[in-house]
């Protein structure tokens, strides 16, 4: 495999870089071309504001959440290490800390991961209005890069079916960027930072996780890595994905790539390539294509973030449209707290709050429970799952509640999941809502 290469020039530098959900070495642009700067700065930053309650009462980010991050950025800083360099954990305000480690280390060129994000394109906006120096983005979130795309944003198409079938007639998914043996040097000696570096061991509490559980998760890269080579090669459990990805329990029905992906562990580009590599040595079918079409529809979620902006998280969607807008107290409490009445709807919310994860098929129907049963506000349930979800990303979750909500790319709005139905085609032998509501 070619290896890309970077249209950033960052010679003779001194490079800030602002890691956010890109905690790996492998294919990272900006750790490639760390070996030509003149000094290289990564840090990592966590928003102070991520501990305060949502506008519906509850914290943004879980206990289990912070400790599979704590772990992804622990084995981060250590690989870092490894490679001469390291990597600075801060909590606070972000752009301050950004205009802090600007000054005070004679930074001339920041990089950071793009996230079309409200709050993440705020903080670099709050940089911008303070400084001059070079921002470059690094594109190593979706596996297609936006300049690849046969269609400028603004032309998305308005249903994944006709955005998947133009890509995939002109499919350009890019080489991994090659690993690399050493980076520059830090700024100096003892790197002067005014401001205080945050013990992420605060954020790694023993945490008692149910055992009824199969989807075991701790986080960083050589997990994702080993997850990904077991999925693939070891197990060669893609091939039958198609056939599984609807079950309900087991480690292996689906590939678990998700929280990996979320943070940054893997790659989506490395997926794909570890694909085409599995699919020449073992043949492609269904199951192998169906795998790479959940991850076009990943970038899809992406890209429409990107054209729509923070209409992804307003209560009338992309379209204005007028989903229901009850906010009950009462409800919540009973679809949250996994009573319902509704055995089905209750097993998959139970075990969301025990194991911060849920089977997407489980995830479509408490989603339209919530949405057209009980007719809530959609935004509520999405955020509940931005708390408690493991593999948390914020473009697709929020687009995802949209979808199902009727308000985003769905073309059929009253799509709606009969749950009765929905049990009885995949949870037959009550097997499922037996293992967790018994």
């Known amino acids: 495999m070619q290896t890309t290469k970077s249209e950033i020039n960052i010679s003779n530098k001194n490079v800030l870089y602002l890691f956010r959900n890109d905690l790996r070495i492998h294919d990272n642009e900006a750790l490639y071309l760390s070996q030509f700067a003149k000094t290289f700065l990564p840090i990592y930053i966590i928003d102070e504001k991520e501990d305060e309650l949502n506008q519906f009462g509850f914290s943004r980010i879980s206990k289990q959440r912070k400790k599979i991050r704590a772990h992804s950025l622990l084995e981060l800083k250590s690989k870092l290490n490894k490679l001469g360099s390291d990597l600075f954990i801060f909590k606070g305000n972000v752009a301050n800390i950004i205009k802090d480690l600007i000054i005070t280390n004679d930074t001339n060129l920041l990089l950071y991961q793009n996230i079309e994000a409200e709050e993440e394109l705020r903080h670099i906006d709050d940089v911008k209005k303070y400084t001059s120096i070079e921002i470059c983005i690094v594109n190593c979130k979706s596996l297609i890069v936006n300049e690849d795309l046969p269609f400028n944003i603004s032309n998305l198409p308005s249903m994944f079916t006709a955005f998947r079938k133009i890509v995939e007639k002109n499919l350009v998914v890019r080489d991994t960027f090659q690993h690399y043996t050493q980076m520059a040097q830090l700024p100096t000696e003892h790197i002067k930072i005014h401001t205080q570096i945050y013990n992420i061991y605060e954020d790694i509490e023993e945490i008692e996780i149910d055992r009824r559980t199969s989807v075991f998760i701790k986080g960083g890269e050589q997990e994702g890595l080993n997850r990904l080579n077991y999925y693939l090669f070891e197990s060669k459990k893609i091939s039958n994905y198609k056939q599984t990805r609807n079950e309900l329990l087991g480690p292996d029905y689906s590939s678990k790539f998700s929280s990996y992906l979320s943070y940054g562990s893997l790659s989506p580009r490395f997926i794909y390539h570890e694909i085409k590599k599995y699919e020449s040595i073992n043949g492609a079918n269904e199951s192998t294509y169906w795998l790479v079409f959940e991850l076009l529809w990943r970038d899809y979620f992406i890209f429409l973030s990107k054209k729509f902006g923070n209409k992804i998280f307003q209560l009338h969607g992309l379209d204005n449209k007028y989903p229901y807008e009850n906010i009950s107290k009462e409800i919540f409490l009973k679809w949250s707290e ?38 809530q506000d959609w935004r509520v349930g999405a955020s509940w799952f931005e708390y408690l979800l493991i593999d948390y990303d914020v473009h697709i979750n929020w687009c995802n509640w949209q979808y199902i909500a009727g308000i985003g790319v769905d073309p059929r709005a009253d799509r709606y999941f009969n749950t009765a139905k929905q049990a009885a085609t995949y949870d037959p032998n009550n097997t499922y809502r037996k293992h967790w509501l018994q």
């Open 338 to 375: 996994f009573n319902t009445g509704n055995d089905f709807i209750d097993a998959n919310m139970k075990e969301l709050y025990l194991t911060g994860y849920m089977s997407n098929r489980g995830r479509q129907n408490v989603a339209s429970y919530w949405c057209k049963d009980l007719k």
